[in-house]
C-alpha cells in the first residue's frame, strides 16, 4: 500500500487521571491501610488493592502495568478521579508524533470507537482487528518528584516522576491481527511490533506471535522489524514473547523499568560499568542484532556498529523530551526548541564513560534538562519511538558479530 512505515499492534482508550493525593488519602483511611501491606505486586482484585498498588509504585519511584479485575472496577476507579480521555498504545501515541515531523505511517488497531476516530493523525492509513466499538478505559496514575501521600500510618514519596497503567480491556488482552496487516505492510521498510504485554493467555499469545511471524517474513528485503517492549504484569508471557521475536526481529527496544525486569535486578542507571554488564547479560537473553534502551537520563544503542542510529536516538531523545515538555499539544516547533536545550549533565559524563568503556559496541547520547515538577509521564517511551524509527529509513541490517 506504499507505507514506509506500519506501527502495530494495539490501541485503547486512556483515561488520565490529574494527580490529586487528597481521594487516594481518604481511601487510605477508609480502608485502613497500613505502611507493610504497601507493595506493587498482587492482582487488583477492588479499590482497596488499587491503593496499595499505587503507593507501592510511589514508594519505589518506578512504573508498570497493572490488570484489573473487572471492566467494572475501571469504570469505577475513572469515577473517583478527575482527569481527561485520550487515546492511548505505542502504535498510537507513536503515529501523532512522527507525524508532527511530516511523516505519515499506517496503523495496525484492536479498538475502534469515536475518540479513535477523532484522533487518527491525518491522511494515516488504518486497518482494526475489530468491528464492534468499544471502550474499555485505561487509568493512567502519573505523578511528578516529590510527589508525597500521608494519611494514617502511611507516608511515602515518589523519588523520581514515573505512571502507573491500569486496565481490563479484552480488545488488548486478546489482540486480534486483521488479516489485512499483511497487505498494509507490504512495501514496509520499518514494522513496528508493540501490545503484547496486555495479553493474558500463552496460548493465544503463541498464535499472535506466529502470525506476527508470518508478517515480518513477508516485509520486503531490507525492511527493519522493531520491537517496543513493556511491562508485563505476567512474566511468564514476557519470556515467551522474547524468546519468540528474538528469531526474526533486528531491534528489541525497552525502558529502565523493563531492563531490569528482564534481569530481574536494580541496575544504577549512571553506573556505566553496571549498565554495560546488564546489556552484555541482556543479549544472552535477548540475542537480536541491535538493542535499544531509553531511559530519563539517556538512550543508547547496543549491538555492531551502533553508530548507524546515532541520528535516531537524538530524535528519539527530542521527541520523548518534547512530551515531557509540552504534553499532548507539541508542535514541530516545541520539537526544534528542545532540539536546542542543553543535556543533562549527569547522562552526558554517563554517555562519554560507557562509549568508552563499551569498545564500539555502544552508541549513547544523553537525554535534555527539563524540570521534573512539570514532566508529562504519559506515553514518553511512545514518543521516543515516534521520533526513532523514521530516521532509520532506509534501512540497512547488519548482525551482531
Known sequence: MGERIVLGLGNNIDFETVWNPGPIERLIIEYNVKPGEI??????????DFVVSVLGFLKSGT???RLLASQELAYQLAGMFEGKITVGGTPFRAAIAMHKIGYTPGLHLVTMNHHVR???????????SNDENGIHPHIIVQFAKHSRIQAGDVSVEANRANRIIYSNDPHTTDMNISPRLASLAADAEVFLISGFN??????LLAARLATIAEVVRSLRPGAVAFYEDGC??????????R?????FIHIHSLNEDELQGHLNRNIPLL?????????QDLRKLIPVPTIIVHTAQWALAYGANPDRYATSLK???HMACTRMRRGDDFDQLDYIETQRMLPRTDGLKFAAELTKLAKGLVCCYPSIQIDEAAATTIGLGDAFVGGFLPMILPASIQTFP
Open 315 to 317: 530524535a528519539g531523545i
Open 232 to 241: 508485563f504484569p505476567l512474566p511468564e508471557l514476557s519470556i515467551q514473547v
Open 198 to 203: 496486555a495479553m493474558q493467555s500463552g496460548k
Open 118 to 128: 477523532r484522533s487518527i493523525p491525518d491522511g494515516c492509513p488504518w486497518v482494526c
Open 63 to 65: 512504573g508498570g502495568e
Open 271 to 279: 553506573d556505566p560499568f553496571e549498565i554495560l554488564r546488564a546489556l
Open 243 to 247: 524468546d519468540a521475536l528474538s528469531k
Open 39 to 48: 507493595g506493587t505486586e498482587g492482582p487488583i482484585a477492588n479499590v482497596r
